[in-house]
């Protein structure tokens, strides 16, 4: 039993594995990019004060060229209400057959209308972003007269447009108007002094609105080069000035019986 013991006690314990080397370790992998929806980009655009002002220069624009084709529609009232009317008929057939009657013009209105939300809206949240990052008001400094004017300015432009739609669109407010007949709503419209006054206030509004936006846009859109930007201002100079005296044009020629 003792000599069992012994030999049990003696017996020498299995030996141990061989240990592994260890591996090395692996290039790792990047995290996987998460693709980024068009409506998150959309909204991290609209959030971003340069995506505001992307937007408001982008409509302005819009309404820019809608206000050129508009001025020189108006001055076919100069030409007679057989060369108005008729105009006024074309705009209604633009794109037929393919596009039912004033279809394209009601694709014209619900682009403009968007523009001109979206160009309210920006601007109006641009105001307000701009007062909070100043609690203290900094000290007054000289700027041009559009420049001051752009906010009410631009009140004025909204409500003249209200006023514009009853008078020679609905003629809710032009009760010696006729359907259809654009020429004669527009000599009816300026045959009061108080419409005409209304419209020629408007149209300077616009004048300057269109002299400072114009500049403003071509910035915020990024053209900075010194050279181009003599250029748009010259342009922003020209286009304000056309503009406003090609629309005034029309109740002034009303008003001296140039057109009757």
């Known amino acids: 039993m003792a000599t069992a013991a012994t030999n ?21 992998r990047p995290p996987r990019p998460r693709g980024r929806s068009r409506g998150g980009f959309l909204r991290t655009l609209w959030s971003s004060t340069i995506g505001k002002k992307t937007v408001m220069a982008v409509s302005g ?32 057939t633009i794109g037929g057959p393919v596009l039912h009657h004033e279809w394209f013009l009601w694709i014209v209105r619900v ?22 990052a100043r609690p203290v008001k900094y ?16 009140v004025i432009i909204a409500l003249f447009v209200v006023w514009h739609l009853l008078d020679l669109t609905t003629g809710t407010v032009n009760p010696r108007g006729q359907a259809g007949h654009p020429y004669e709503n527009i000599v009816a419209g300026f045959g009061t002094w108080y419409a005409c006054v209304i419209y020629i206030v408007a149209m300077l509004a616009v004048g300057l609105h269109i002299r400072h936006g114009f500049w403003a846009a071509a910035q915020t859109l ?4 010194p050279g181009a930007a003599r250029l ?9 000035a056309v503009l406003t005296a090609g629309f005034l044009a029309v109740p002034i020629g009303v008003m001296t019986g140039v057109v009757n």
């Open 8 to 28: 049990t006690s003696t017996r020498s314990a299995p030996a141990a594995p061989p240990a592994r080397t260890p591996r090395p370790p692996g290039p790792s």
């Open 61 to 92: 624009l819009v309404m820019l060229g809608y206000l050129v084709a508009h001025m020189l529609g108006n001055l076919k009232v100069f030409f007679g209400p057989d060369e108005m009317n008729g105009y006024a008929h074309w705009l209604r």
């Open 111 to 132: 682009v403009l209308l968007a523009a001109v939300v979206l160009h309210g809206v920006s601007a109006y949240q641009l105001s307000r972003r701009g007062i909070a």
């Open 139 to 154: 000290r007054r400094r000289r700027t041009d007269y559009a420049t001051r004017t752009m906010r009410w300015g631009g």
């Open 222 to 225: 990024g053209v900075t080069r």
């Open 232 to 240: 748009l201002k010259a342009t922003a100079d020209v286009l304000a």
